[in-house]
């Protein structure tokens, strides 16, 4: 399994960028995507995350109302589409995967697979 960050760079405050999640090798059908982040010097934090159930979505508060989770199963990717951005918002980004089904943004741990992060940088 393996799950591909990209998307990353470099905006002005109220920019947008979308960050993408390519997962390969899954045979899983119930399973959940999410994104993390996590800023120089803190902890790492969820973002957002999507089933592939039914669709699912979940944000943390800092996340909605700007940023969006989708996924395009034809190309076994998941998207964070962000707007608005914020330096507060500069972090790097990481996709994960829960392989048993559903989980929220709670327990980091309870994500079996992580990608390598992307990077994102908001200027003020």
């Known amino acids: 399994v393996q799950l591909q960050a990209s998307g990353g760079g470099l905006v002005q405050t109220g920019g947008s960028l979308r960050l993408s999640c390519a997962v390969s090798g899954f045979t899983f059908s119930d399973y959940t995507i999410a994104w993390f982040r996590q800023a120089p010097g803190l902890e790492r934090e969820g973002v957002s995350c999507i089933s592939s159930r039914d669709g699912t979505t979940f944000y943390s508060d800092s996340a909605a109302g700007r940023f969006t989770i989708s996924s395009d199963h034809s190309r076994n990717t998941v998207y964070l589409q962000m707007h608005n951005l914020k330096p507060e918002d500069t972090a790097v980004y990481y996709c994960?995967?829960?392989?048993?089904?559903?989980?929220?943004?709670?327990?980091?741990?309870?994500?079996?697979?992580w990608g390598q992060g992307t990077l994102v940088t908001v200027s003020s």
């Open positions: 994960a995967a829960e392989v048993t089904g559903w989980s929220d943004l709670e327990d980091e741990n309870e994500y079996d697979y």
